[in-house]
């Protein structure tokens, strides 16, 4: 079963950093755009940040200039390096990932979540 998995989340202070990671395994022949999205608590969940498998990437306004997507496609892995972090970044971070599979299915797959909470 193809599942992407997060890690990295936590508990870090306004200004500080962190670094998500997800990684996609399972049966994969190919996998296109890779994303984040986030769901603060009471509202709904938005888009953070995405990167195609050509290295196209696209961002929320409101994390320009501070956060980072990349990708590894040889490990089926994207990050997210968050700098200079506020209490209005604290959500639940989810990894999505539009995945061709061996078999031949195509879809998009989302993680379990990992919370990241900004607070002093």
């Known amino acids: 079963q193809v599942q992407p998995v997060e890690s990295g989340g936590g508990l870090v202070q306004p200004g500080g950093s962190l670094r998500l990671s997800c990684a996609a395994s399972?049966?994969?022949?190919?996998?296109?755009?890779m994303g984040w999205y986030r769901r603060a608590t009471g509202k709904q969940r938005d888009l953070v940040a995405v990167?195609?498998?050509?290295?196209?990437?696209n961002y929320a306004d409101s994390v320009k200039g501070r956060f980072t997507i990349s990708r590894d496609n040889a490990k089926n892995t994207i990050y997210l390096r968050m700098n200079s972090l506020k209490p209005e970044d604290t959500a639940v971070y989810y990894c999505n990932a539009n995945i061709w599979e061996q078999s031949g299915r195509q879809g998009w797959y989302w993680g379990q979540g990992t919370q990241v909470t900004v607070s002093s």
């Open positions: 399972g049966s994969i022949r190919s996998i296109y755009t």
């Open positions: 990167v195609t498998n050509g290295g196209s990437t």
